[in-house]
């Protein structure tokens, strides 16, 4: 069978490295017929491409790398492509999957975060949804497209996307946004898969707002995974919600 290996970012923090194993471990209790590796990019270990080699050493003819990536942005589109040339196995046959996002498993994954630190029905609630912020103006635009959502759909005062670097606004700036739009309470809604530098950095700013926790290891989140896997082999079959 053809060799799930997700690939995530890395971080110098443990807890990354830590919530992404998390995660697919629930892959892993999913599909337990599946052979399911992590991988990074940069920072953790181990790397993308000793993953590849390891899965073709141990009998593999095929894998499908699903980046662990909740937007299309410069990882997605260069480091990992990237990687996967650099590894050099043309004897094992490597599809790239699609990132994790835009979805509607995650927006209801950090909803239920955001469900664990405030009451999702207060009407005086305002919403900063806190992402990392790229270079590349569509994966910032798809977290202001939930924030809108959001901000349509929810009882709340407002909700605004906000960036922990390179894209603007900053989280202060959010806050101060809801607050002008009348909003009497602030929480933050993480756009991260998992805590890292930035999560904290967003943490940090967050005036004293209650502040949830990244999507982590989530079974909706471990489901959008395995769609990724099916869909880079035109594989049908329902997948487990």
Do not use: K
Request: hydrophobic share 55%; no cysteine; aromatic share 4%.
């Amino acid at each position: 069978m053809t060799a799930l290996v997700a690939v995530a970012h890395g971080s110098r923090d443990p807890r990354s490295a830590a919530t992404v194993h998390a995660l697919l471990d629930v892959v892993r209790a999913v599909r337990p017929d599946l052979d399911v590796r992590a991988s990074f990019l940069d920072l953790s270990a181990p790397r993308l491409g000793d993953v590849l080699h390891a899965v073709h050493g141990d009998g593999h003819a095929s894998a499908v790398v699903v980046p662990l990536l909740l937007g299309q942005a410069y990882h997605a589109r260069v480091d990992v492509p990237g990687a996967v040339a650099e590894a050099r196995l043309a004897a094992l046959d490597v599809t790239i999957a699609d990132v994790l996002g835009p979805d509607d498993r995650l927006e209801d994954a950090a909803l239920r975060r955001l469900g664990a630190v405030v009451d999702l029905d207060d009407p005086g609630l305002g919403v900063v949804v806190a992402g990392a912020g790229s270079s590349h103006a569509p994966a910032n635009a798809a977290v202001a497209a939930v924030a809108r959502r959001w901000a349509s759909t929810r009882p709340w005062a407002g909700a605004e996307a906000a960036f922990a670097s390179t894209a603007s606004p900053d989280v202060p700036t959010a806050i101060a946004r809801l607050r002008v739009r009348g909003a009497e309470r602030i929480a933050v809604a993480s756009w991260f898969l998992a805590p890292g530098l930035l999560p904290d950095r967003v943490a940090d700013l967050a005036a004293g707002a209650a502040v949830a926790a990244p999507l982590g290891a989530d079974a909706a989140v471990a489901s959008l995974i395995l769609s990724r896997y099916a869909e880079a082999l035109g594989d049908v079959v329902a997948l487990p919600a």
